[in-house]
């Protein structure tokens, strides 16, 4: 579920919620591990995008009131846990290619492929 509402260059998260999510790890599309059978999460927040053209840089800022975990237990083995390790530290750098063609990303965002992203998270985590 979720409930957001643009103004301008600020998109507010007013509700978030993933309920009866899984976690799996696929190595193949033939055989995903389960490693966690019950994730559920909700947040609230904003994101923000604001650019400098002078200096070439959007800064883009997602700040959270809340994240909610509900307890859950995750199984992993060591290698599965390099691979989460890993892919959260993906996530994490921003660095990956735009799955959208560049055309359409040009001709929707002209900035896209000119300014350098920069991301900045704030918020707080109640376990």
Not at 1 to 25: C, F, M, Y
Not at 72 to 88: F, G, K, N
């Amino acid at each position: 579920n979720a409930s957001l509402v643009q103004s301008g260059s600020t998109t507010q998260i007013r509700d978030l919620t993933l309920q009866s999510g899984k976690l799996r790890h696929a190595v193949s599309a033939d055989s995903p591990t389960l490693l966690c059978g019950r994730l559920e999460v909700a947040t609230r927040g904003t994101f923000k995008s604001t650019q400098d053209e002078a200096k070439g840089i959007r800064l883009n800022t997602l700040s959270f009131e809340f994240i909610r975990i509900q307890p859950l237990r995750i199984c992993v083995d060591r290698s599965q846990l390099r691979a989460l390790t890993a892919a959260v530290m993906e996530l994490t750098t921003f660095d990956a290619e735009s799955s959208e063609p560049a055309e359409e990303l040009r001709q929707r965002d002209p900035l896209a492929l000119v300014l350098r992203q920069r991301f900045a998270f704030a918020g707080s985590i109640e376990v």
